[in-house]
DNA sequence: ATGGCCAATATGATTGGA
């Protein structure tokens, strides 16, 4: 079972590279963020006619979260717990039927927290606390879970390519990291850095400043593990060779295989 | 890591992103 995550930054402006990438890579489930319109003009159709089906949870202009899978849903529910009053599109869960029981996957597009003097990163910290009670309750059911998503959080400084320049960052702030760590010692597993401690792999170039041509480049985007998905991780990898193709979105695919009967 | 970008909006400038 294969299973990824991309940030498209707008779905609209990226079917042509995002279904390439379908093909060339082939996954059974795919967590997408910031697709930037509301549900209804969420392109389906190109998906579907791909063999996906399509969970959406969208937005007017911002935010935005959905799920392809290869498989049906046996239940969908956007929105993450803990706060009635958070209306911003950011949080999608999709229980998936497997030969070896349910899969769960959450495609998941944490809050960027700049400027960090803001309310927008106290927004943050609360959202990432909301994250973990939820993470907490749902490692009690002891299933496969999956946590896919643009975190906006560089987790250490292997992952960012000139950590100085990041300090006072809210991608890179003890506070935003301590709580990215919680989530680890709670029990989930970063998939790419199970597979490998190499320094410079990174999911996102900026579109300013050359940021690509000279791989100034972070590591934003993770596959957070229950227990019961990472004792059947094989293989996880980042196409980072998507950000070179026509019309690329800010960030890149990461992926994961699992050792899951489908 | 900001000079340099990109996307959405009843747009022609502003806001948000990271």
Known sequence: MRIATWNVNSIRQRIEPLTAWLAERAPDVVCLQETKCVDDAFPRAAFEALGYNVAVHGQKTFNGVAILSKFKFDEVTPGLPGDDH???????EAAISTKHGVVRVASIYLPNGNPPETEKYKYKIK????????AEERLHLEEPLILAGD???????????NPAAWAGDALFLPQTRERFH????????DAVRAVSDEQGLYTFWDYQAGAWQKNWGIRIDH????PQAA???TTAGIDKHVRSWEK???HVPVWIDLAIET
């Open 86 to 92: 958070d209306d911003h599109a950011r949080f999608l």
């Open 151 to 161: 975190y906006n959080v560089i987790p250490n400084a292997i992952d960012v390519h």
């Open 248 to 250: 690329p979105s800010d």
């Open 127 to 134: 959202w990432m606390d909301r994250l973990f009670k939820y």
């Open 231 to 233: 004792d059947r991780l």
């Open 223 to 226: 596959l957070l593990l229950s």
């Open 182 to 189: 919680a989530l680890t010692h709670l029990g989930l597993t």
